[in-house]
C-alpha cells in the first residue's frame, strides 16, 4: 500500500512540477511562432498573445516549483560562502523560515483572490481568470512544503552537531 501511494504521488507531483510547465511552454512555443507567422504574411491572429501569456504564467510558476525540487534557483552566496558550516546552517532555517511564514502569510488571500477572479473572464478566449491564476496558488503550497521540509531537515542537522 505504502509503495503504491509513494508512486502514485510521484507521478502527481512530477505532473505538476515537469510534465504541465512542458506542455504549457511547448503551447507557448507553437502559439508564439504561429502569432507571428500570422502576423507577417496573413492576418494577424488576436487570441495567440492572450493564450501565451496564459501558458507563461503557468510556466513560469510550475516550473518554479520544479527549480525548487532541483535546488537550481539562481542564489548569490557571496556571504553564505565566507561563514562557516554552522552559521550558514543558521542562514538557511533563518531563510527558509522566513520563506515558509511569508508564503503561509499569503495563502489564504491569495486563494481567496484566485476564487474571486473566476467570475472575470479574459477578453479574447473566455478564459476564467482564477484558472488563469491558479497555479499561483499550486506554486505557494508547493513552496510552503519544501521550504518546511528543508527547514526540518536543517534543524536536525543543527541538533546532531550540537549533541555530538
Given at each position: ?46 487570441w ?6 496564459l ?31 554552522k ?31 473566476g ?46
Open positions: 500500500m505504502t509503495y503504491w501511494l509513494k508512486k502514485v504521488g510521484k507521478i502527481a507531483v512530477d505532473t505538476i512540477e515537469v510534465y504541465i510547465p512542458f506542455m504549457a511552454f511547448l503551447g507557448l512555443f507553437i502559439i508564439f511562432i504561429l502569432g507571428i507567422v500570422f502576423r507577417y504574411f496573413f492576418r494577424p491572429l488576436t495567440t498573445l492572450e493564450l501565451s501569456l501558458c507563461f504564467i503557468w510556466t513560469a510558476l510550475l516550473g518554479g516549483i520544479y527549480a525548487k525540487r532541483d535546488d537550481s534557483h539562481v542564489m548569490f552566496t557571496m556571504v553564505y560562502d565566507a561563514v562557516s558550516q552559521t550558514r546552517l543558521w542562514m538557511r532555517i533563518i531563510g527558509n523560515l522566513l520563506l515558509v511564514i511569508s508564503f503561509s502569510i499569503a495563502f489564504l488571500p491569495s486563494v481567496r483572490y484566485v476564487l474571486f477572479m467570475y472575470k473572464k479574459s477578453n479574447v478566449l473566455k478564459i476564467p481568470m482564477d484558472l488563469a491564476f491558479s497555479p499561483f496558488i499550486i506554486f505557494l503550497a508547493f513552496m510552503i512544503v519544501r521550504y518546511a521540509i528543508d527547514v526540518y531537515h536543517d534543524i536536525r542537522l543543527l541538533l546532531k552537531g550540537s549533541s555530538s
